[in-house]
Nanobody
């Protein structure tokens, strides 16, 4: 089992910045990707940004140029720097990790408990 612990959510005014962090711990095989998803009230959970162990990144179009994802393979951590925040970025943000056991040939997906980000004046 792998546990993901998130931190850094909160209330910010439009145009402001927040940084989310997530640390994975427990019985980790090999984390191949980590990322952030979000879910606004009444909407489905959606991908915000992901990063592979090799450093390749992927972003939701609406956050490109405003959000930056970074990771530390040695520490099994991922962060999301969010700048120029907009009210439509308001959501619960979830950390995600995909862990692979080469021996078993099985991948496992884990989620954090979520952290609220509210962008409002």
């Amino acid at each position: 089992q792998v546990q993901l612990v998130e931190s850094g959510g909160g209330l910010v005014q439009p145009g402001g910045s927040l940084r989310l962090s997530c640390a994975a711990s427990g019985s980790i095989f090999k984390i191949v990707t980590m990322g952030w998803y979000r879910q606004a009230p009444g909407k489905q959970r959606e991908l915000v940004a992901t990063i592979t162990s090799g450093g390749a990144t992927n972003y939701k179009n609406s956050v490109k140029g405003r959000f930056t994802i970074s990771g530390d393979n040695a520490k099994n951590t991922v962060s999301l720097q969010m700048n120029s925040l907009k009210p439509e970025d308001t959501a619960v943000y979830y950390c995600n990790a995909n862990d692979v056991s080469d021996y078993e040939g099985i991948g496992y997906t884990y989620w954090g408990q979520g952290t609220q980000v509210t962008v409002s004046s």
